[in-house]
């Protein structure tokens, strides 16, 4: 794919995806009160923050080494990484629901900061194989799942709060699309590395 249309494409692609998520926010500010808008937002926020830390940015390690197999040494790094963080996350915050100490649907942050950062981490390996296509198809589907979703949800109202709720669904099936798709190509399941070389990689980078 050429420079210019890899930019036309990327472009657009955020332009439309963006545009989506802009038109579905007023019209879903019509049925979430102003209250269910600050808690999404509280929410996103601590997602956004702990899927771009869980992954200890060894995505950005995907685009480094020339020969393929280095490279999906870093994006099973990068996998392995973030679900051991976030698994951790997911058992703090039970305990912190446990002991009455938030609410119960702030366990939904861990479990879409997994999600988040898969997305995160398959942007980088497209970027690598030069699947922009896949790039803006992932996020044009996050935007029409969540614009969806939200309307899903405060119809048969079987969440707390629709927002969250659509936000993690938003991030869960694109995520395991990419598991199922682009992440079993690249073997991150498979044993290909032993645990000496995943140690070596993490300090070299």
């Known amino acids: 794919m050429s420079l210019f249309k890899s930019i036309g494409t990327l472009t657009l692609g955020n332009v439309a995806s963006q545009g989506i998520m802009f038109l579905g926010v007023i019209f879903l500010s019509r049925i979430y009160s102003p209250e269910e808008f600050g808690a999404y937002a509280v929410v996103f926020g601590a997602v956004t923050i ?107 109202n079987v969440v707390d709060n629709g927002l969250v709720g659509a936000m993690s669904v938003s991030f869960f099936l694109p995520a395991l699309f990419l598991l199922a798709m682009d992440f079993r190509r690249g073997n991150v399941f498979k044993g290909l590395f032993s645990k000496r070389q995943l140690i070596v990689w993490a300090k070299r980078n």
């Open 50 to 156: 702990m899927s771009a830390v869980s992954s200890f940015r060894y995505e950005m390690t995907i685009l480094l080494p020339k020969q393929k197999k280095a490279s999906q040494l870093a994006l099973q790094l990068a996998f392995l990484t973030t679900c051991t963080i976030n698994l951790a996350g997911l058992l703090f915050t039970s305990a912190l629901i446990i002991y009455g100490l938030i609410s119960l649907y702030w366990l939904l942050v861990p479990i879409s900061a997994l999600f988040a950062s898969i997305i995160n981490i398959g942007s980088f390996l497209q970027n690598r194989n030069q699947d922009y296509n896949r790039i803006i198809g992932v996020q044009i589907a996050r935007a029409l799942l969540f614009v969806f979703t939200a309307l899903l949800f405060s119809w048969v």
